[in-house]
C-alpha cells in the first residue's frame, strides 16, 4: 500500500497501544487529548446520538455500535491501534480551534471534527477488501461500527475477528 507510506502497520501500532495502556496513557493520542480534553461532555452527547448519525451518512448499512462504557484491555488496545493509524492526517479545524469531539474515520485514515466528519468521502476503491482495523486485506464480510475511545468517536468496517474481538460481532444470522 504505496497510498500510506507513513503509517507503520498494525502489529507495530498494536504493540504500542499495549504500551501506551499499560503506562496508563490517556486512551486518545497524546496530542489529542490534550486539546480535547475538555471535550468529553460533548463528545458523550455526540457517541449517544451517533447511532441515529451513521445511518443518515451512509443509509443501508448495517450499523453496530458499542454500548458497555469499558471495553477489554484487548478491545481498548485494538482500537487505539486503528486510532495511531489515522495520525497523519488530522483535520486543520481539530488544531486551531476549541476543544471539541474528533472522529477517527478509520477507512479513510483520517480524524475530522465533527463537521468535516460529515462530509462523505470514499475510500480509495482498491482497499475496499481491507478490515479498517486490524487492516487485513480478502476481507468479504464486513461488521460496520463506530465507537467512542476517550474523547475520539472511531467509525470504520471490521472483518468477522477483530468485530469478535470489539464485541460488535452481529448476532443475527447474515442476510
Ligand atoms: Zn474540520
Ligand atoms: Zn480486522
Not at 29 to 49: C, I, S, W
Not at 76 to 100: D, E, F, I, T
Request: proline share 10%; charged share 20%.
Amino acid at each position: 500500500m504505496t497510498r500510506h507510506p507513513d503509517v507503520p502497520p498494525f502489529a507495530a501500532r498494536l504493540a504500542a497501544a499495549h504500551r501506551m495502556i499499560a503506562r496508563g496513557a490517556p486512551p486518545a493520542p497524546v496530542h489529542l487529548a490534550d486539546q480535547l480534553g475538555a471535550a468529553g461532555k460533548e463528545t458523550q452527547r455526540l457517541a449517544d446520538r451517533i447511532g441515529a448519525l451513521m445511518p443518515l451518512l451512509e443509509p443501508g448499512r448495517n450499523w453496530r455500535q458499542r454500548q458497555d462504557a469499558s471495553p477489554s484491555t484487548a478491545a481498548r488496545a485494538y482500537l487505539l491501534a486503528a486510532v495511531l493509524g489515522c495520525l497523519s492526517v488530522v483535520c486543520p479545524h481539530l488544531r486551531k480551534g476549541g476543544p471539541q469531539p474528533a472522529f477517527a474515520l478509520l477507512a479513510l485514515r483520517r480524524v475530522s471534527c465533527a463537521r468535516c466528519a460529515g462530509i462523505v468521502r470514499r475510500p480509495p476503491p482498491g482497499e475496499a477488501d481491507r478490515c479498517d482495523v486490524c487492516t487485513a486485506r480478502g476481507v468479504s464480510r464486513f461488521h460496520p461500527f463506530a465507537c467512542r475511545l476517550g474523547p475520539t468517536l472511531l467509525v470504520g468496517d471490521a472483518c468477522p475477528a477483530c468485530a469478535e474481538l470489539l464485541g460488535i460481532r452481529i448476532k443475527e444470522a447474515a442476510s
